[in-house]
């Protein structure tokens, strides 16, 4: 599978309870962005990574969100104390850097946190 | 801050018609602007996208015009068909960073 995949495609938690997922994005791909996207709505930007440096978050990202991309291949994003506002579908997209812009999605983990 | 403006919200057409998706952004700096097509409980897949050297591309029946000017960007699709009802989002790039503005999106239905 030449695509993004993410792990797992759904989660469902308890409020105040740790979640974390996970992205692989497309093999070479340089910059692994992840974004929210809650009913209705567009996805919105948190946080992005070129290699293993995370060069922005957003202020979205709450300090009880994290990211991490150890070794400049998968991601993780981890949600501490979850709160039911956190309740989303969290797109992971990478894309390969030099000019190319295209960024390929993910399918998703959606979260419900109850 | 940075900003997609996207309307209509939502749209309905006869099968065969055209729909028009239109858009407009803040940010100056923006080059590159994409344009995704989500269906129910999937991932947004990219359609067509349109760098700011250009004013319009084109991919058989879908076409979209920018005009860096106004800073404004729209989707054109034409003969319509039912497998064209999904929601869309356009997006405009952000500085240098390649992370992306997205739009609140239009759900677009194809009556047959």
């Known amino acids: 599978d030449t695509g993004v995949s993410q792990d797992p495609r759904h989660k469902i938690t308890k409020r105040g309870q740790n979640v974390t997922f996970r992205c692989d994005p497309i093999?070479?791909?340089?910059?692994l962005y992840w974004y929210r996207q809650t009913l209705g709505q567009g996805p919105e930007f948190l946080t992005y990574?070129?290699?293993?440096?995370?060069?922005?978050k957003s202020r979205l990202l709450s300090d009880r969100f994290s990211a991490e991309r150890p070794k400049g291949s998968f991601s993780t994003l981890e949600i501490q104390r979850t709160e039911q506002g956190d309740s989303a579908m969290y797109l992971c997209?990478?894309?390969?850097?030099?000019?190319?812009?295209?960024?390929?999605f993910g399918p998703g983990t959606r979260l419900l946190v109850l | 801050g940075e900003n997609v403006e996207q309307h209509p919200s939502t749209l309905s057409v006869q099968e065969g018609d055209s729909a028009v998706i239109k858009c407009t952004y803040s940010d100056s700096a923006s080059n590159y602007f994409p344009w995704y097509k989500q269906e129910l409980g999937k991932r947004p897949q990219l359609i067509i996208d349109i760098r700011s050297n250009v004013g319009e591309k084109k991919d058989q029946r879908i076409a979209v015009t920018l005009n860096k000017t106004a800073k404004h960007f729209s989707l054109h699709i034409t003969e319509t068909q039912p497998e064209d009802s999904a929601v869309y989002f356009c997006a405009a790039e952000s500085g240098n960073t390649g992370k992306l503005i997205f739009g609140q999106g239009t759900t677009l239905q194809v009556k047959p």
């Open positions: 990574f070129q290699n293993e440096a995370q060069l922005e």
């Open positions: 093999s070479e791909h340089n910059r």
């Open positions: 997209a990478s894309t390969l850097l030099a000019g190319e812009e295209t960024q390929y």
